[in-house]
C-alpha cells in the first residue's frame, strides 16, 4: 500500500508520521518522527532524537520529552537498543522490581543487567507502559502490531540487517515468543533512504544474490546519461577497468530496501494487504527527514516508536 496509508500529525510545534490504520487501535501509541521542531542546532537542526558527537546531550534529552509529552508517552518506560545491523531481537519486559529487563525470544531467563542496552536491531514487548525506540537516520524503521494479542516490536534494518534477515527472523521471534500468528500481524513501513538515492557496490549486490532468490526485485539499474548524449560523446562512457574488474566500491545498482522488506514480510506469512510502506525518502525529503547519505554522520537521527497504553 502507499504512503496514502499514512499521515502528518502536527502537535506543539512538532510533527511526526502516523499508519491511519495503527490510529484505529485507541490502545496503541505509535510514531515515526520527523526532524520539524526541538532545539538541536545544526548539523542536527530540528528534533534530533539520538545522541550523537555532533549535539549536546541535554538538547537530545529535552527533544526527547518533548516528542513523549506530545505522543502521550511522558510516563511510558522507554527502552533503548544498542543498534548493531544485526539479525537479534530481543523482548522487552519488567522484574517484580518494576526494572526494565530484556531477555531472548522463547527465554524465560533475563539477560544480565548492562549498564548499557544490549545490542540489536529488535524490540517486542506485550506490557503496557513501555515505549520500545529505534533510530535511523536512513535505515528502514519497522513497526510491527498483534492487534488479537495485543503484542508490538519495533526493528531497525539496515542493507546489513536487511541481508541478515531481522525482518523475517523478527517475526518468527514474535511468534515464538508470544504466539502471534503472521497473518493477522500489521506491518508499518516508516521513512527510508529509497532506490532513488540508495546507489550501493557490486559487493552488496552479490550478497544478495548469495542469500536470496529472485532477488532482482530488490534492485533498480543506476541512472544513465541520455543516450543522445552517450552517442555524440562516448569516449565519456567508456570503463577504465576491464568487464566484470571495476572496484567494488562503485555504484553497481540502487537498492531498494522496502522491496526487501516487503519480501521479507510476506516471506514470514503477513498478507500483503497488512503490509504498509509510508511514501517517504530520507534522503529526498531532507526538509522533513534526517538523512546520513545526503548529511553525512554528523546529522541528526530520528526515532520510530510504539507501546501499549496502560
Known amino acids: ?12 510545534g512538532l510533527a511526526w508520521l502516523e499508519s491511519r490504520r495503527l490510529h484505529k487501535f485507541p490502545w496503541l501509541i505509535h510514531a515515526f518522527s520527523t526532524r520539524r521542531g526541538g532545539v538541536s542546532s545544526a548539523p542536527c537542526a530540528g528534533l534530533n532524537l539520538g545522541l550523537t558527537n555532533s549535539d549536546r546531550r541535554e538538547r537530545v534529552e529535552e527533544n526527547r520529552h518533548r516528542f513523549f509529552r506530545q505522543l502521550g508517552a511522558g510516563k511510558f518506560v522507554v527502552a533503548p537498543l544498542h543498534q548493531v545491523h544485526s539479525s537479534h531481537s530481543f523482548v522487552v519486559s519488567r522484574d517484580p522490581a518494576n526494572h526494565l529487563v530484556y531477555h531472548l525470544p522463547g527465554a524465560e531467563a533475563y539477560l544480565p ?19 520500545l525506540t529505534i533510530r535511523t537516520a536512513d535505515c528502514l524503521p519497522l513497526l510491527l502490531v498483534d492487534a488479537r494479542r495485543r503484542v508490538v516490536a519495533a526493528v531497525h534494518a539496515g542493507w546489513r540487517g536487511a541481508l541478515a534477515r531481522i525482518i523475517e527472523k523478527a517475526v518468527g521471534d514474535m511468534r515464538r515468543a508470544f504466539g502471534c500468528d503472521p ?10 533512504i529509497r532506490a532513488c538515492c540508495y546507489e550501493v557496490g557490486q559487493e552488496v549486490v552479490e ?30 562512457f567508456l570503463s577504465a577497468y576491464p568487464p566484470g574488474h571495476a572496484p567494488e566500491h562503485l555504484p553497481a545498482a540502487r537498492l531498494d ?11 514470514a506469512g503477513l498478507k500483503p494487504a497488512n503490509i504498509l510502506i509510508a511514501g517517504y525518502c530520507t534522503a529526498c525529503r531532507n526538509d522533513l527527514f534526517f538523512s546520513h547519505r545526503r548529511e553525512g554522520p ?11 497504553r496502560e
Not at 542469500?211 to 555524440?232: G, I, S, Y
Not at 530496501?257 to 516471506?267: C, I, N, P, V
Request: charged share 15%; hydrophobic share 40%.
Open 298 to 308: 554528523a546529522t541528526g537521527r530520528q526515532a520510530a516508536v510504539i507501546g501499549i
Open 183 to 192: 497473518e493477522k500481524l500489521i506491518a508499518a513501513v516508516g521513512p527510508s
Open 257 to 267: 530496501l522496502a522491496a526487501a522488506a516487503r519480501h521479507q514480510l510476506t516471506a
Open 1 to 12: 500500500m502507499s504512503g496514502q496509508s499514512y499521515q502528518i500529525v502536527s502537535r506543539g
Open 113 to 131: 543487567a548492562p549498564q548499557d542496552p544490549p545490542a540489536g536491531d529488535g524490540l517486542m514487548t506485550c506490557e503496557p507502559g513501555i515505549l
Open 207 to 236: 550478497s544478495f544474490h548469495g542469500t536470496f532468490a529472485n532477488v532482482d526485485r530488490f534492485f533498480q539499474p543506476l541512472r544513465t546519461k541520455p543516450e543522445a548524449a552517450r552517442d555524440r560523446h562516448s569516449i565519456l
